[in-house]
């Protein structure tokens, strides 16, 4: 079922838990967070890069192979389709192709600027019942080319998003997309609090999830954040297998150079990747 994202975080905030945000890169990724998300009956939200859009032939393909694959398959549990670090025309166009959900990341405006467009982004998802995540405070590391520098947010900023009446809140809390560095100081959970206190029930959202320890999940959930992201754990899995399979050489072997073989255990990799996570989350039953 193709929903919004609000139902489902506001039900994951009062539940002291969250949903992940997986991405997805093509048809073998999207059906195998389905299918993962209908056996253990959890709520969950499919991420979609600009760069993995674009990758895809674009919004509506994407749009219209996910609504196609939730009705073949019979998935009923909540689905959010959500533009991942949208860039203000690209949440325009997520819209128009039938997003159920819309990051726009004006991280890197001045707040001044964050924030009118942010509002304008609220009035129109608003009148479509459709969810919005904000962002304040760059998150580090590099995703499709653009590198953060990975900022810490200011709680006062975030308040000023939070009340124009978004969704869903990310702020960078020393949190970074991809691997994480030896040296890394880990969260702020000072920050983290502090947001919290000034935004209310606002659902926070942890973006970089790859590689966070989990203790420090589990106190970043406990302290309001209800939607953690996901994408490079998934990629390195999926990596590590379709690699194990072609070392063997099994691709070598009768029919194994058949796609459907050969990405299958790639597949099955990412299966186990999303299963892990949302039991760490906490949203394995919560549909
Ligand atoms: P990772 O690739 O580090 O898991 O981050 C995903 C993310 O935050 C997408 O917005």
Known sequence: MLVSA???LTKAHAGHYAV?????????WTKAILLTAQEQKSPVILGVSEGAGKYMCGYKTVANMVKAMIDELGITVPVALHLDHGSYEGAKKCIEAGFSSIMFDGSHYSIEENIAKTKELVAECDSL??????EVGSIGGEEDGVVGAGEVADPNECKMIADLGVTMLAAGIGNIHGKYPENWAGLSFDTLAKIQELTGDMPLVLHGGTGIPADMIKKAISLGVSKINVNTECQLAFAAATREYIEAGKDQSGKGFDPRKLLAPGFEAIKATVKEKMELFGSIGKA
Request: proline share 0%; aromatic share 6%; no cysteine.
């Open 6 to 8: 609000k139902e489902m």
């Open 20 to 28: 992940g945000q997986f991405n997805i890169n093509n048809l073998e």
């Open 129 to 134: 019942g459709l969810s919005l995540e904000a």
